[in-house]
């Protein structure tokens, strides 16, 4: 995913309201960032840390930027929670995702049942249901999902769970915006409702994929699968 304008640098001042944030840009100058991330963002917040913008392109909107990554550990990390899904439909409709590859037509935000999946893809042979989840929380070597308790998120997987029951396939694709981990596992200490239900979904058919991005201010791009523990 190739960043279409080219982004904003500055300097993190503090989140704030959950989807605020105010940074100094190198001009000196402080605006007020859109931030996406609903979540703590816990191990991915540090004030005084180099940020990264990118400029609104609705002139109607009251923030004229909206926050795309911060530099933590010596290296960026990816807190636009939208990115993930174009990341992932892009990938799949490419061909570059480990197992799910091989797919005619691939579409965004299709409905089954009463939920909503950000991907879905088929072929002469079967149909695939994709949901994407942004991952940003680091402990250790761990990627761990997620950050904040998710009753959407168990809503997903349960609802993945009947996917598989009606032959399809039922894919969790957690894009992990973040290059100092190594392994990818539920956060059980955050919400561990949502590490019994994936173990659940897991045991019935359910995939999980986790894949691991790279991010430059110039593109996010998929670089591996990570090995996952549940």
Known sequence: M???????????????KRFLADVTLDDGSVVTAHCTNSGTMKSCLEEGAEVYLSP??????????????????DGWVGINTSNPNLLAFEAILEGKIPRLEGYTQVRREVTFGDSRFD?????????CFVEVKNVSLKEGNYALFPDAVTTRGQKHLITLMEVKKQGMRAVMLYIIQRCDVAVFAPAVEIDPAYAAVLKEAVSAGVEVIPMQ??????????????PFEI
């Open 56 to 73: 609104a392109g609705d002139p109607k909107r009251k923030t004229r930027f909206t926050w795309e990554m911060i530099k933590i550990n």
């Open 213 to 226: 991005a790279l991010v430059t201010p110039a593109e996010i791009r998929l670089i591996r699968k990570l």
């Open 119 to 127: 991907v879905y893809a088929e072929n002469d042979t079967e149909k």
């Open 2 to 16: 190739v960043f279409q304008q080219e982004l904003v640098h500055g300097t993190l001042i503090k989140r704030y």
